[in-house]
Structures are given as structure tokens and as C-alpha cells.
């Protein structure tokens, strides 16, 4: 990235940053300058990641907070406000998935605990950061949705809603907020190697996933970082998923077709989303 100074001193808090695309997003800011805010439930986990990015840059707090819940968010702010009088940053990550069909006897309760981590932790910390912003004049609020904010799996039904639901939330507050000096950006990766799916056996993984080559952390937090830089509004990563996109946007069954075709390891090969390597189902993250 040029112009690496934009994010000298800006104020970022990170959602999720305990683990996998929070963790890798935290350390690209703090290696920008950046002062990062590491927000997720596991304190032990966060002082882990903010002994990585001292050795990158001093400036990083911790905050243990659950983003389903309101006051726990206010509590954070309020903790962020009395050490830096500002948010320059806000990266709505921090996410749960379960998987399975939508006959399964938890899916209900399984969606619930997705839209209220996922989808209302999004709200509420965007709802909780904006006046702070609209104050200030400025802003950039990064909300992290997926490919299957776009088009839902099979198997991944619960998921696929809170994800959707992010994406019409990001809609409307980047229209909402047009003009504001506040910027919204939504990414939608693919199937990223996190600990996310790691307890999800091979077998009960979504069936489009079963062939699929994850993308790094890493690549989603360069992503992100280049949304701010060059206030991006959507971003699709890798860019094979665009097609399916497309494909869905001119007919719903050649969609659906091309989705019933991704578990087969040839065609899988021939749209470039197997590059060879599957899904790590281990558990040492
Ligand atoms: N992995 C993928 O294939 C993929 C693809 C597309 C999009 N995404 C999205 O990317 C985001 C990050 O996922 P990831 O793959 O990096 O997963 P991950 O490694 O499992 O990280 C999830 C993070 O969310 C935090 N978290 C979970 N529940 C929380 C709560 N109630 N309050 C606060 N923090 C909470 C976790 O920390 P604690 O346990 O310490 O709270 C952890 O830091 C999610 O929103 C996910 O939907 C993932």
C-alpha cells in the first residue's frame, strides 16, 4: 500500500481481534501506525495478540467486551473516549458460524446467536461509534460480511442471513451517511483459514466449501486496510466469487447450478476456486 501514513495515529478499534481476520487486521493497522483497540470476549487471548503488535508499535489497547450486548459495547467506548477522545476507525468483525441444514433441531437458536453477535454486534457498535464520528466530521466504519452475504449455501442457511443482513445494513448507512465525511465499506471474503469452521468436521462442512482453497487473514486484512485507503465501498475477495455473483444476478438457477457444481473437485479446478489446498480442520488455532 502507498501513502502508508494515512494511518499514522488514527484511533482503530477491531472487533474480533482475538483470532483469525481480527488478529490479522489488528496487526496490519498497528504496522501502519495505527492505534489499534483489540475488542473481543477472551481477555488472554487479546493480551496475546497486543504482545505481537508491541513489538510493532506501543500504542494498542485491550478491551474485553461481548458485542451482543449493548452496555458491554457502551463500556468499551466509554473506556476508548477517556484514552483517545475519538474513533477514527471502527472494523465490525467479530463473527460466529455454526453450520448444518436449516431441518437440523438447533437451527433457530443457532441463528439467533449469529444475528446477535454477527448482525446486532454490527449494529451496536455502529450505532454506539457514529455520533462520536458525526461529531468529528469523519470517519470510516468497516463491516465484515462474507460471499455468503451475497448468495447463501446450503447448510449455511443462519449464517448466510446474518451475513445478508450486514450487507442491507451497510446499504443503507452508506446512503445514509453520504456526505457526512463518514465512509462505509463492506468486505465479502471467501472461505478464509481461520479457527472459525476448524471444529467443523470435512463432512459437515457446506457443500460448496468441501473443494474450496481458503484465502489467508492476512489477505482479508490487507483488504480492509486498502477499503479505508481508497474508501472502497464493496470488496469481493478473491475475485473468482464475482462470477457466481454475476451468474446469480442474471438467472437464481444457474446460481444455484454452478453452487450444486463447486463440491466437484474438477469444475472446482476449472472456476479456479480449488488452487490445490483444502480447509485446515485443525483445532491449534
Ligand atoms: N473464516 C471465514 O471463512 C470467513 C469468511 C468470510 C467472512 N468471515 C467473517 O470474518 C469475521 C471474523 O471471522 P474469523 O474467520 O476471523 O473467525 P475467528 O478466527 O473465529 O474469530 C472470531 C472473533 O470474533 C470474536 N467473537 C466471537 N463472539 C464474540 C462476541 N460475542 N463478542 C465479541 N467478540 C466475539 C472471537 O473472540 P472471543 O472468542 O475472544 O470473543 C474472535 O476474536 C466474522 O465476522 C466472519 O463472519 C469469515
Redesign the pocket.
Known amino acids: 500500500m502507498k501513502d502508508k501514513e494515512k494511518f499514522i495515529d488514527k484511533v482503530v478499534i477491531i472487533?474480533?481481534?482475538?483470532?483469525?481476520?481480527?488478529?490479522a487486521t489488528s496487526l496490519a493497522f498497528a504496522r501502519e501506525g495505527a492505534s489499534t483497540v483489540l475488542?473481543?470476549?477472551?481477555a488472554e487471548?487479546?493480551e496475546k495478540v497486543a504482545n505481537e503488535i508491541r513489538k510493532l508499535n506501543p500504542n494498542v489497547l485491550i478491551i474485553p467486551?461481548?458485542?451482543?450486548l449493548q452496555d458491554s459495547i457502551r463500556n468499551m467506548i466509554e473506556k476508548v473516549m477517556a484514552e483517545y477522545g475519538r474513533v477514527d476507525i471502527l472494523v465490525n468483525?467479530?463473527?460466529?458460524?455454526h453450520v448444518g441444514p436449516i431441518s437440523h433441531e438447533k437451527f433457530v437458536e443457532d441463528t439467533k446467536e449469529m444475528m446477535a453477535?454477527?448482525f446486532y454486534?454490527t449494529v451496536y457498535c455502529t450505532k454506539a461509534v457514529l455520533p462520536i464520528m458525526q461529531r468529528h466530521g469523519r470517519g470510516h466504519i468497516v463491516n465484515?460480511?462474507?460471499?455468503v452475504g451475497r448468495k447463501a449455501f446450503p447448510h449455511f442457511a443462519g449464517?448466510s442471513v446474518s451475513?445478508h443482513a450486514i450487507t442491507a445494513f451497510s446499504d443503507a448507512l452508506r446512503q445514509e451517511l453520504h456526505g457526512s465525511g463518514i465512509y462505509v465499506s463492506i468486505i465479502h471474503?471467501?472461505?478464509?483459514q481461520?479457527?472459525?469452521?476448524s471444529h467443523i468436521s470435512p463432512a459437515d462442512m457446506p457443500p460448496p466449501f468441501r473443494r474450496m482453497t481458503?484465502i489467508t487473514?492476512e489477505s482479508v486484512a490487507e483488504a480492509v486496510l486498502d477499503a479505508v485507503h481508497k474508501k472502497h465501498l464493496r470488496v469481493i475477495l478473491p475475485s473468482q466469487p464475482k462470477r457466481l455473483l454475476l451468474a446469480d444476478a442474471i438467472s437464481p438457477r444457474l446460481g444455484d447450478r454452478i453452487v450444486r457444481l463447486m463440491p466437484n473437485r474438477v469444475f472446482a479446478s476449472l472456476i479456479g476456486i480449488y488452487r490445490g489446498k483444502m480447509y485446515e480442520h485443525d483445532t491449534s488455532?
Request: net charge positive.
Open positions: 472487533t474480533g481481534a482475538s483470532s483469525g481476520i481480527g488478529r475488542v473481543s470476549r477472551t487471548k487479546l467486551t461481548d458485542v451482543s468483525n467479530a463473527g460466529t458460524a453477535v454477527d454486534g465484515m460480511s462474507s460471499v449464517y451475513m471474503p471467501a472461505l478464509t481461520t479457527a472459525m469452521l481458503p487473514a488455532y
